[in-house]
């Protein structure tokens, strides 16, 4: 069996070689590298006198040669993907400080979401595609495709698609979740939910002047204002809500919000938000998974799991009796499940292409003799083979982007403000820190250079 191999990288941009040169047989070798590549068939054609050059010159080196290229294709250009350009901070909702004393007052903010109709909201910037190359083969390779920004216009939104523009088509509050941009009129309630007014569902803002009694259903497609509390209810906003005292949860109280969760406390329940979740005082044996951070910087967690993506701010974490109290960052279940979902479609790519290539194998050596019915097959397994290649690398692109964002989320930092108690866990991605003993604040748990996650006093900087 021959020593000698021509090969074509995975990508198809470098033809190379793997030989032994021997002595006295390097027009030999230099033969059996040329039919390789033309039984490949290279486009261009190899040159003998190149071929021959380039492994002479490898040979200088060492008399095995490994991966040598002989010729190579043109990657395509990558292209541009698009964006969304917002007219103005609409979600941002700054906290208020008392212009005599300086101090922040927890339960003021100026809402950013308030508009009028013809307010121009945001604009879409468009994708710009990456230019086709050329494999080795004389093939042109697809770029891969830009990620186009995911944003449709909702209830009280209007879209031109001449100047891709979205503009509010009504006074309202801008909501923007799960790719819908809307504008949401507002159901305002004088009293409580309860008995009286039975369960709430409206596809706009939610008004609450009391409170939500006991097993009630708040549904609203924008965001849920409530100025009293919640007990033992269900409240869902597509925006954020915002609840004036606490909830009461009795292990009964689900509150979601496709924005922000903010509450004075909140006791036994399960709190999901898309973004951050803001508690001035108490979470108290509860499941709460914020998509952006937790933020309860003179707040205090006891029991239960609190969970951040992008981190956690608290002032107190567990309590006296060694409470078992979980504080996770850093991990996002979503994230990860795109992940194992571009990994399962690659290696289905991947199985694809190693059937095709199969396929494709058996023509290769009598390209010249084929019938006019075999070239057509063989052309349609190729586009196929292009096809599948083109797929594969368009996951790999994607799931490096996913990755890095995986990777970025292990910067996310647990803040202790005044002190952490034994039990409390510590989690950030994989890694676990359980603390051992009382202790201190400022605290910040992070991932160190050596991966590990270690709890250690927090720096002022100036």
């Known amino acids: 069996m021959s020593a000698t191999r021509v090969y074509v990288s995975g990508d198809r941009l470098a033809a190379q070689v793997d030989c032994i040169l021997e002595p006295g047989l390097e027009d030999t070798t230099v033969s059996e590298v040329m039919a390789q590549g033309e039984s490949l068939g290279l486009a261009p054609k190899l040159e003998a006198a190149s071929v021959k050059s380039a492994i002479l010159t490898a040979a200088a080196r060492s008399h095995r040669i490994a991966g040598l ?60 595609p990456g230019t086709p190359g050329l494999d080795v083969y004389g093939k042109p390779i697809a770029p891969t495709k830009p990620i186009s920004p995911k944003l449709r216009a909702g209830s009280g939104v209007s879209f031109d698609e001449t100047t891709n523009t979205f503009t509010a088509a009504a006074d309202g509050r801008v909501r923007h979740a799960k790719g819908v941009l809307a504008v949401d009129q507002t159901y305002a309630i004088a009293g409580s939910v309860g008995l009286k007014t039975g369960h709430i569902n409206h596809p706009g803002a939610v008004d609450i002047a009391k409170d939500v009694h006991t097993d009630s259903i708040v549904e609203a497609g924008g965001t849920v204002h409530i100025a009293g509390a919640v007990e033992e209810s269900v409240v869902i906003g597509g925006g954020d809500v915002l609840i004036g005292h606490g909830v009461i949860g009795g292990d009964k109280a689900t509150i979601r919000a496709g924005g922000c969760i ?201």
């Open 69 to 128: 290229v002989l010729a190579t294709g043109k990657a395509p250009t990558k292209p541009v993907n698009g964006s969304i350009e917002w007219s103005r901070d609409f979600f941002t909702k700054h906290l208020v400080a008392n212009p005599k004393t300086g101090q922040i007052d927890y339960r003021q903010r100026l809402d950013n979401s308030v508009v009028a109709a013809g307010d121009t909201l945001a604009k879409l910037v468009p994708p710009e």
């Open 262 to 462: 903010e509450a004075e406390f909140a006791e036994r329940s399960v709190l999901d938000a898309g973004h951050d979740i803001r508690i001035r005082r108490e979470l108290i044996h509860c499941t709460a998974h914020s998509h952006g951070m937790i933020v309860m910087p003179e707040g205090q967690i006891i029991g239960g799991t609190a969970s951040g993506v992008f981190g956690i701010d608290v002032g107190q974490a567990g309590s006296h009796g060694d409470v078992r109290t979980m504080l996770v960052a850093g991990v996002d279940p979503a994230l990860q499940q795109q992940i194992t979902a571009h990994y399962a479609q690659i290696e289905q790519c991947r199985e694809q292409i190693i059937q095709l290539n199969e396929r494709i194998a058996p023509f290769k050596p009598k390209l010249k003799s084929l019938t006019t019915i075999l070239k057509k097959k063989l052309e349609e397994l190729l586009k196929e083979l292009e096809k599948a290649e083109a797929q594969r690398a368009q996951c790999e692109e994607e799931l490096g982007h996913l990755q890095e964002q995986s990777k970025e989320l292990l910067k996310s930092r647990i803040h202790i403000r005044r002190r952490v108690y034994p039990d409390t866990h510590l989690c950030i991605g994989h890694a676990k820190y359980v603390v051992a003993n009382e202790a201190d604040g400022p605290l910040v748990a992070r991932i160190n250079d050596d991966n590990n996650l270690v709890l250690e006093p927090e720096i002022a900087h100036p």
